[in-house]
């Protein structure tokens, strides 16, 4: 349903989960992150990567559909 793919579309990582992994990429950067964090840092990352390919799938249903996406910073 077209209406299910713009939710995809539209969808965003929750700005708790981008404050977490600001933090960690911090402690990493100075090499200050537990076995915990590394781990919690390598599921965040890969949560993001995750929701990026289904909003592109989402995105290129919608445009083969005849939907004009606004630009990726609007969505």
Avoid at 8 to 14: F, L, P, V
Avoid at 41 to 64: C, F, G, S, Y
């Amino acid at each position: 349903e077209d209406e299910s793919l713009w939710q995809i579309a539209r969808s965003r990582t929750s700005a708790a989960d981008m404050e977490l992994y600001e933090t960690l990429l911090d402690k990493h950067a100075n090499d200050d992150l537990s076995e915990s964090e590394r781990l919690e840092l390598i599921r965040l990352r890969h949560e993001a990567d995750r929701l990026m390919l289904r909003k592109a799938h989402a995105a290129a249903i919608l445009r083969w559909r005849g939907h004009q996406l606004p630009p990726a910073e609007r969505l």
